[in-house]
């Protein structure tokens, strides 16, 4: 299984199983996506497939200024000069849709509405991108939350799936839905945020799992599943996130069902590390690759994706293993727009400036060059 061979990903073929993983960058001031935005994903476009950054389905679902939505004519325009450029250069790429719940601002909220979740309360110790009270833009402390009505659930699976019809509209291969770090997917989920008495509430498994499989019925019906992809972080605790006794339950379930309804991927995102913070590498090693063991169990022909950390030889071996099928790269990605290649022929790779990764302009987002020997 050389990583560097052609994958296919559903009814799409990959020219090598590297993935990049999305990475927020906060570089569209109209919360648009810009010329330089295309150019940063075609610099990147060898990846056999890149997931974009975060993309909000709507004004509700966004925590962080500057991020390119996908809910607006504009917005899905924009969108489309980075897939055509992606496109041409033989790259292919989904769309990361973003609905961050209680994560986010009255600032950034229309006419200073709470932000909505599954519960009304605050997200402790967690920060949006909004307005200080100054005006000036700036991390704010999230906002106390609205808890949706039950009726209003079934308006937020729509507008997910509304989303990924303009995300295709705009030219990408498929869409990932974020349900990872601790936003709104996962606040249903975690039965210690969902204080909820209603049929989306944590008294049982399949109440708690109610909506995120709502979501992704609804996204596979408008565009297919074979180009729908999740995105989820067992054992993370961004985002006031708090473990629970049934995380492994609850995850092994949630797999089973997509599994069931047989999207194209599962995309996990490695935060062992969250929980086992104490133990050794080799404990933190075996604490991963037991729980892929048990999403692979119900996943059938849907695909594996790893993100976290990983070296070249350690994705070998985990691809090898048959644990997982694709290796996600994230911030190696930001230094290095030609990893694939750099990977491939043992090229040094460069650090990114960290300093550059959120905000300003062209310095750190598309001034990296490729490896020049």
């Known amino acids: 299984m050389n990583l560097f061979h052609p994958f296919k990903l559903g009814n799409t073929l990959l020219n090598n199983r590297f993935v990049m993983g999305p990475m927020t960058r906060s570089r569209a001031p109209d919360d648009i996506a810009t010329e330089q935005t295309a150019l940063y994903y075609t610099q990147r476009a060898t990846a056999g497939l890149i997931v974009s950054e975060g993309t909000p389905i709507s004004r509700e679902g ?56 599954s519960t009304a309360k605050i997200a402790e110790g967690a920060f949006a991108f909004g307005y200080t009270d100054s005006g000036e833009p700036g991390f704010v402390q999230t906002s106390k939350p609205r808890a949706l009505g039950t009726e209003e659930v079934a308006r937020v699976v729509a507008d997910f799936a509304q989303a990924a019809a303009n995300a295709i509209e705009a030219g990408f291969d498929g869409v990932e839905l974020h349900g990872a770090n601790g936003y709104l997917i996962e606040q249903f ?17 399949d109440d708690r799992l109610r909506f995120v499989f709502e979501v992704v019925d609804a996204v596979c019906a408008r565009i297919g599943a074979e180009r729908v992809g999740i995105r989820i972080s067992p054992y993370g605790q961004l985002m006031d996130m708090p473990l629970y006794p049934q995380i492994d339950e609850t995850y092994t379930a949630l797999c089973a069902g997509l599994g069931q309804r047989g999207i194209a991927y599962v995309h996990v995102m490695d935060q062992t590390h969250f929980f086992l913070a104490a133990e050794s590498a080799l404990a933190r090693d075996e604490a991963l690759q037991d729980l892929l063991r048990k999403c692979r169990a119900g996943l059938g022909s849907t695909v594996l994706i790893l993100a ?66």
């Open 62 to 117: 966004q925590g962080y200024l500057f991020n390119p939505g996908i809910f607006s004519p504009e917005q899905i325009a924009g969108w489309r000069l980075s897939t055509d450029s992606v496109h041409s250069v033989g790259g292919k790429i989904y769309a990361q849709l973003w609905h961050v719940g209680r994560v986010s601002h009255t600032s950034i909220q229309l006419d200073g509405a709470a932000p909505v979740s």
């Open 189 to 205: 989920l975690n039965p210690l945020v969902n204080d909820r008495s209603d049929r989306y509430g944590a008294q049982n498994l």
């Open 308 to 373: 976290g950390d990983l070296t070249l030889e350690r994705a070998q071996a985990l691809v090898a293993s048959g644990l997982i099928d694709l290796p996600a790269f994230g911030q190696p990605f930001i230094a290095n727009p030609d990893l694939v290649s750099r990977l491939q022929h043992g090229w040094p790779l460069t650090t990114p400036d960290r300093e550059t990764y959120y905000g300003g302009g062209a310095k750190g987002y598309v001034d990296y060059p490729p490896y020049a020997g």
